[in-house]
């Protein structure tokens, strides 16, 4: 698998050499995100689900998997997958729309789920519901809450009531200026909120624009201007 996916990345690496020569530490770190969904596609294939939420780290898995699913030889249909958002109660709805919108426009079946109860419940209650689903995509960072010890490939926590399924983590080592080389790189459309400060999106009644990007007329840079990322989650 990995002689057929380093082929595959070359091939992909050649054909956007000016993104790479732009972005030079780029390349080495999609290639791994190339490797695990490769080896997620080939163990699970339909059996998998995105988890798609809209937010800029979940854009970045989304299209990662998209330009796998079309690049592997043989391609895999894209449109195949499941994208699902456990939504909480209280979220922002231009997230909520792109989230939508973007399923859409490439053909994903969506399901928008609200969460009753906790995540925990609800993602047992859609297990059950589905029982070919075995493994979600997740759009987790290693620098996310609780996620400093996950790996590529990380089975939920049966014995605490979580479903027997995996967690798949593509852009677990992903820095936050890589997410946003990517995006402005590939030309990807990504959530409106991002250029208004926000670097983060969280509840609309716990998030505001990232301070840090705070100009002095009281507006505020685009998110990826962002220079301290330890101020990420404003």
């Known amino acids: 698998m990995e002689v057929c996916v380093n082929s595959v990345f070359s091939r992909f690496e ?3 050499k000016d993104i790479f020569e732009m972005y030079p530490g780029l390349s080495d770190t999609m290639r791994i995100s190339f490797e695990v969904i490769y080896d997620a596609l080939d163990q ?3 059996g ?3 988890s798609w939420n ?8 989304f299209h990662l998997i998209r330009l796998v699913c079309q690049w ?4 895999y249909p894209f449109s195949s997958l499941l994208a699902v958002n456990f939504r909480a109660e209280n979220t922002f709805k231009e997230v909520d729309e792109f989230s939508k919108r973007i399923a859409e426009k490439y053909s994903v079946e969506y399901h928008d789920l609200p969460i009753v109860d906790s995540l925990k419940n609800s993602l047992r209650d859609f297990v059950e519901k589905n029982p070919s689903k075995k493994a979600f995509f997740m759009g987790s960072r290693r620098t996310d809450p609780y996620c400093d010890n996950l790996t590529s490939f990380t089975p939920c926590d049966t014995n605490t009531g979580w479903p027997d399924i995996i967690r798949v983590n593509p852009i677990l080592d992903w820095g936050y200026h890589q997410v946003w080389e990517f995006l402005r790189g590939f030309e990807i459309e990504y959530c409106t909120l ?5 670097t983060s999106l969280g509840s609309p009644d716990k998030t505001i624009p990232n301070p840090e ?3 002095d007329d009281g507006s505020y840079f685009p998110a990826h201007k962002l220079q301290d990322v330890s101020t990420e989650r404003a």
């Open 54 to 61: 809209g937010g800029k780290d979940a854009t970045v898995l």
């Open 194 to 198: 991002y250029d208004q400060g926000f």
């Open 213 to 215: 990007l705070q100009k």
């Open 14 to 16: 050649n054909d956007h």
């Open 72 to 75: 592997r030889d043989p391609s």
């Open 48 to 50: 998998l689900v995105i």
């Open 44 to 46: 699970f294939g339909d």
